[in-house]
């Protein structure tokens, strides 16, 4: 879902948004038991009824799920590092820092 929201950040595409929408969406109720913070940033930032996804938005939502990576059971390694031939990826001001899981 995150891959999709920064493609639809960078250049909004209704496929992109729609995608990471229909990705987020059956595991929302799960990572919101973990993490309702986290969860429901991630539901606003892709909102379906948006024409547009605001700057800052993908950013925003990596950190706060970043920060649930503890309650999810994973850390930064296990995620790895988002990489791509054809996207250029959004480098973020905070990176992410592994915790013990």
Known sequence: ???????????????A???GYAYYLPIHPW???????AADLLMTKLAIA??????GSYCEA?????????AIGINCSMMGTF??????STV???PCTDSAV
Not at 3 to 14: G, P, S, T
């Open 31 to 37: 990572i919101r038991s973990k993490s309702a913070t």
């Open 50 to 55: 948006q024409t547009s996804i605001a700057s």
């Open 62 to 70: 990596k950190a706060a799920v970043e920060a649930a990576y503890p």
């Open 1 to 15: 879902a995150l891959k999709y929201l920064m493609i639809a950040e960078q250049n909004y595409d209704e496929k």
């Open 92 to 94: 973020c001001d905070t």
């Open 17 to 19: 948004h729609s995608e």
């Open 83 to 88: 990489k791509s031939d054809s996207i250029n």
